[in-house]
């Protein structure tokens, strides 16, 4: 097996459905790490990989992983926030084939693409989005018991704000809320206290994950709007 084959297997735990059959997802956070890795192995002349986000949004986009991490005490949040997506960007559309599902994005955010899974950062901000196999929507009372767990044993010093019943024009599932603290910049090493949407959406029997982030406090409300309601599951 390669190193990049090595790096495309990276996967969270599995987590339950209502229905008891296992569902699997592809951690997004190891896709942002693979596309470091990987980037950092072409710059060392071990062959081509994807170009890596910018390196503060790469800080905010690969949460560490795993119990240590998981463990961490959290951040201060900023009083004052960097951040703010601005009121005036323009949005454009993005389509994945594979993963069945097509939305808009703020135009001119760095996209790091995996199968059916995708990455989109700009500084602070983030918007990620991966497929499941539920072919039905997910409860409060489901998500509570399987994917809150399963969030808190990988995301850094995961706390929970809300979870509650999500109706989309693309979808019905649930909407978790939870805050994280960021992967460490490569150069400072400076952490920020990330905020988290993440709508678990069910169409036609396709399951899309999408969830956007950003630092705690930032004027993102719109942005994210504009984002997960524009989101189509074929």
Request: net charge neutral; hydrophobic share 40%; proline share 5%.
């Amino acid at each position: 097996m390669t190193f990049k084959e090595r790096i495309v297997d990276l996967r969270l735990p599995s987590v339950r459905d209502m229905s008891g059959q296992r569902r699997a997802t592809v951690s997004l956070a190891a896709l942002s790490l693979a596309v470091l890795m990987l980037a950092a192995c072409s710059s060392s002349g071990g062959g081509s990989a994807a170009s890596a986000p910018s390196s503060a949004g790469t800080m905010a986009s690969t949460t560490p992983t795993g119990t240590a991490s998981a463990q961490q005490s959290p951040v201060a949040a900023e009083n004052a926030p960097p951040g703010d997506i601005a009121d005036n960007v323009a949005f454009v559309r993005y389509a994945n084939a594979t993963g069945h599902y097509s939305f808009t994005h703020p135009e001119g955010w760095t996209q790091n693409e995996h199968g059916a899974a995708v990455l989109f950062t700009d500084k602070l901000n983030g918007v990620q989005v991966q497929t499941g196999t539920a072919t039905r929507s997910t409860t409060v009372a489901g998500a509570k018991a399987q994917d809150v767990p399963t969030l808190k044993g990988t995301q850094a010093a995961f706390e929970l704000r809300s979870v509650a019943t999500a109706s989309m024009p693309g979808g019905t599932g649930v909407l978790i809320v939870y805050r994280r603290n960021s992967a460490p910049d490569p150069v400072t090493g400076r952490q920020y206290r990330d905020e988290v949407q993440r709508y678990e959406l069910v169409h036609a029997g396709h399951e899309v994950v999408v969830e956007m982030f950003g630092p705690v406090g930032a004027d993102n409300v719109d942005a994210y709007r504009t984002m997960v309601q524009s989101l189509q599951i074929a």
